[in-house]
């Protein structure tokens, strides 16, 4: 155990202390003072990224750097995933601690449990070993189980985490069973150990492709794409708001890197064989995620199967298995992410007095009653349609070029008629703000802080898009030789 190595993992033990840490002071603090909690949390994301940030982790100028015997890897795409995970956090925060005061649970419990999601969440981005990324998965996944089931008087929240847990612990199942087979294939719980096994040709390389579909089958689940997705619409309708808001946005970017760093890292050989499987995964998920949006009247369930479609999305990133692809897919989950805070943020902006604002009639004439907010939820609508200059847009051309680039342009072509199929139910909800009267005439109320995050949020879907150079640029350099 050398020093190099809690230098490398710094952000990870600061984040891990900070929870314990909370966990202590919150048993002596008044109900008066709680809010104690909440500075304590945003405290620790902030030094979080500056630890991140400042950390000269390799001599080579940024090069990848490992540690605890090469089962924990620091590079650019890690770095970069974990920054725009603590300020999607950050965001989740702000909105969820009005929530969490209106609905009467605000309690140290949020604060600590997503704490502990998040270190997991930076496990499995700093994953080099199976046993890594199954601890990092397992951290996140028990973490987020607990916080689906936070309101202790709600049934369906306790209906919807019990069936997030059941299924959950099947795919955790399928995912360990596939890596097993890895293992007694390869001998080796190390990636790079793997990717070089898996250039040989045999007996061995069937066993693989076994434990690849097991593997697969795992992350199609915690990616929530078809036919994986039956949880999501229940967990999301069911978890209280301030809890689907960080279900929604920040465990996206963990299973991102989770795929990238088995497929790519450890399975980059059997590119052929998991390209076919997640054509087929996208395929399906852009389909059926962007019909059966169209159905609904929930907001949540529709924001849920909207979810699924953009998974699908994400997929089509992968299948080239290139640096640029790969790119693609990165710079689309964290504008995903962005997009999916905002848009839970808005929902609880208008829930009031006890009632989740969960329907669409309850965006009704949002323009007359406050014009900025119906702006930015429109702003975010118009950037998950994919409408040109908003962030969304260019994030859709990035991965259906990559699915053009690894010769699927029968996919791309599906992807972008089915993007247009889409657009309907996002367009919807800006003519129920703009054109629709309002079922209630009260003024939007809310703590300045919500309303100037969630306003940065909004505003980003448009600046995001027209200087979309930089962070692509960054995407980009990412995954530089």
Same mark, same amino acid.
């Given at each position: 155990?050398?020093?190099?190595?809690? $230098?490398?993992?710094?952000?990870?033990?600061?984040?891990?202390?900070?929870?314990?840490?909370?966990?202590?002071?919150?048993?002596?603090?008044?109900?008066?003072?709680?809010?104690?909690?909440?500075?304590?949390?945003?405290?620790?994301?902030?030094?979080?990224?500056?630890?991140?940030?400042?950390?000269?982790? *390799?001599?080579?100028?940024?090069?990848? *750097?490992?540690?605890?015997?090469?089962?924990?890897?620091?590079?650019?795409?890690?770095?970069?995933?974990?920054?725009?995970?603590?300020?999607? #956090?950050?965001?989740?925060?702000?909105?969820?601690?009005? @929530? $969490?005061?209106?609905?009467?649970?605000?309690?140290?419990?949020?604060?600590?449990?997503?704490?502990?999601?998040?270190?997991?969440?930076?496990?499995?981005?700093?994953?080099?070993?199976?046993?890594?990324?199954?601890?990092?998965?397992?951290?996140?996944?028990?973490?987020?189980?607990?916080?689906?089931?936070?309101?202790?008087?709600?049934?369906?929240?306790?209906?919807?985490?019990?069936?997030?847990?059941?299924?959950?612990?099947?795919?955790?199942?399928?995912?360990?069973?596939?890596?097993?087979?890895?293992?007694?294939?390869?001998?080796?719980?190390?990636? *790079?150990?793997?990717?070089?096994?898996?250039?040989?040709?045999?007996?061995?390389?069937?066993?693989?492709?076994?434990?690849?579909?097991?593997?697969?089958?795992?992350? *199609?689940?915690?990616?929530?794409?078809?036919?994986?997705?039956?949880?999501?619409?229940? +967990?999301?309708?069911?978890?209280?708001?301030?809890?689907?808001?960080?279900?929604?946005? +920040?465990?996206?970017?963990?299973?991102?890197?989770?795929?990238?760093?088995?497929?790519?890292?450890?399975?980059?050989?059997?590119?052929?064989?998991?390209?076919?499987?997640?054509?087929?995964?996208? $395929?399906?998920?852009?389909?059926?995620?962007?019909?059966?949006?169209?159905?609904?009247?929930?907001?949540?369930?529709?924001?849920?199967?909207?979810?699924?479609?953009?998974?699908?999305?994400?997929?089509?990133?992968?299948?080239?298995?290139?640096?640029?692809?790969?790119?693609?897919?990165? @710079?689309?989950?964290?504008?995903?992410?962005?997009?999916?805070?905002?848009?839970?943020?808005?929902?609880?902006?208008?829930?009031?007095?006890?009632?989740?604002?969960?329907? #669409?009639?309850?965006?009704?004439?949002?323009?007359?009653?406050?014009?900025?907010?119906?702006?930015?939820?429109?702003?975010?609508?118009?950037?998950?349609?994919?409408?040109?200059?908003?962030?969304?847009?260019?994030?859709?051309?990035?991965?259906?070029?990559?699915?053009?680039?690894?010769?699927?342009?029968?996919?791309?072509?599906?992807?972008?008629?089915?993007?247009?199929?889409?657009?309907?139910?996002?367009?919807?909800?800006?003519?129920?703000?703009?054109?629709?009267?309002?079922?209630?005439?009260?003024?939007?109320?809310?703590? +300045?802080?919500?309303?100037?995050?969630?306003?940065?949020?909004?505003?980003?879907?448009?600046?995001?898009?027209?200087?979309?150079?930089?962070?692509?640029?960054?995407?980009?350099?990412?995954?530089?030789?």
């Amino acid at each position: 155990m050398d020093k190099m190595n809690f $230098l490398l993992a710094a952000s990870e033990i600061w984040v891990l202390s900070m929870a314990c840490f909370i966990l202590v002071v919150d048993l002596f603090l008044r109900e008066e003072r709680k809010g104690i909690i909440h500075m304590l949390a945003l405290m620790t994301l902030i030094f979080a990224a500056i630890i991140t940030l400042r950390a000269d982790y *390799a001599s080579s100028g940024g090069a990848a *750097a490992l540690a605890f015997n090469d089962a924990f890897i620091r590079d650019r795409m890690g770095d970069v995933l974990k920054l725009f995970s603590y300020l999607v #956090l950050g965001f989740v925060f702000v909105y969820a601690k009005f @929530y $969490l005061r209106q609905f009467k649970m605000f309690r140290a419990d949020f604060y600590t449990l997503t704490l502990f999601a998040l270190l997991g969440v930076m496990l499995l981005i700093s994953a080099n070993n199976l046993v890594m990324i199954y601890l990092g998965l397992e951290l996140t996944a028990l973490s987020s189980y607990a916080l689906v089931a936070y309101d202790r008087d709600s049934n369906r929240g306790s209906e919807a985490a019990m069936k997030y847990f059941v299924l959950g612990s099947m795919a955790s199942g399928m995912l360990l069973y596939g890596m097993s087979m890895i293992y007694g294939a390869t001998g080796s719980l190390d990636l *790079a150990t793997i990717s070089a096994a898996a250039g040989q040709e045999g007996e061995m390389r069937l066993i693989l492709g076994f434990g690849l579909a097991f593997l697969v089958v795992g992350l *199609a689940f915690k990616l929530g794409v078809v036919p994986f997705h039956m949880w999501i619409p229940d +967990v999301y309708h069911g978890a209280p708001a301030g809890v689907t808001l960080f279900i929604a946005s +920040v465990p996206k970017m963990a299973a991102f890197a989770m795929a990238f760093r088995l497929l790519q890292t450890g399975l980059g050989e059997l590119h052929t064989d998991w390209q076919q499987m997640l054509a087929v995964l996208a $395929l399906l998920s852009i389909v059926l995620g962007n019909l059966a949006a169209i159905a609904q009247n929930n907001i949540k369930r529709m924001l849920a199967y909207s979810t699924i479609s953009h998974m699908g999305f994400i997929l089509l990133g992968f299948l080239p298995g290139t640096a640029v692809g790969y790119s693609s897919a990165m @710079y689309y989950v964290i504008v995903y992410s962005l997009m999916s805070a905002a848009a839970f943020g808005m929902v609880i902006l208008l829930s009031a007095r006890g009632v989740e604002a969960e329907y #669409l009639d309850d965006f009704r004439g949002l323009n007359q009653r406050n014009s900025w907010f119906a702006a930015v939820m429109a702003m975010v609508m118009f950037s998950m349609a994919g409408v040109p200059v908003f962030v969304g847009f260019f994030a859709k051309w990035l991965v259906i070029q990559a699915a053009i680039e690894a010769g699927l342009a029968w996919l791309a072509i599906i992807a972008v008629v089915f993007s247009v199929i889409g657009a309907f139910y996002y367009l919807r909800v800006v003519k129920l703000m703009y054109f629709d009267e309002p079922i209630t005439e009260k003024a939007i109320a809310a703590p +300045v802080d919500f309303r100037a995050v969630l306003s940065l949020n909004g505003v980003l879907m448009l600046g995001l898009g027209i200087f979309s150079s930089s962070l692509i640029a960054i995407c980009m350099r990412a995954f530089a030789a």
